[in-house]
């Protein structure tokens, strides 16, 4: 069956770094499209950063654009976050999730079938 699981969240410190990986399984990342997206307490969910392997697309929400790159390794079925210059406005949970267009878009929630569990990222002092 479809499986998305998040690992990589962690603590750390403003201007830190972590990368946030996603194992895929029960199909291969060349047909859909994986987003990230994360959800502070009190606040909606909102699309982060997506990657598409069938036209070599990504996404980057202006908030973490220049600070967080996504890349993926099919051989691994795996997609990955690397998340730099970390603020404390980054705290939150941060899913991964399966895109039924195969093409980076601006993230879509109704667009969504699988979502991973989520992974923590907390970035304080």
């Known amino acids: 069956q479809v499986q998305l699981v998040e690992s990589g969240g962690s603590l750390v410190q403003p201007g830190g770094a972590l990368r946030l990986s996603c194992a895929a399984s029960g199909f291969t990342l060349d047909d859909y499209a994986i987003i990230w997206f994360r959800q502070a307490p009190g606040k909606e969910r909102e699309g982060v950063s997506c990657?598409?392997?069938?036209?070599?697309?990504?996404y980057y929400a202006h908030f973490v654009k220049g600070r967080f790159t996504i890349s993926g390794d099919n051989a691994k079925n795996t997609v990955y976050l690397q998340m730099n210059s970390l603020k404390s406005e980054d705290t939150a949970v941060y899913y991964c999730?399966?895109?039924?267009?195969?093409?980076?878009?601006?993230?879509?929630?109704?667009?969504?079938?699988?979502w991973g569990q989520g992974t923590q990222v907390t970035v304080s002092s």
């Open positions: 999730a399966r895109d039924i267009r195969r093409q980076c878009r601006v993230p879509d929630i109704e667009s969504i079938d699988y």
């Open positions: 990657i598409s392997s069938s036209d070599s697309s990504t």
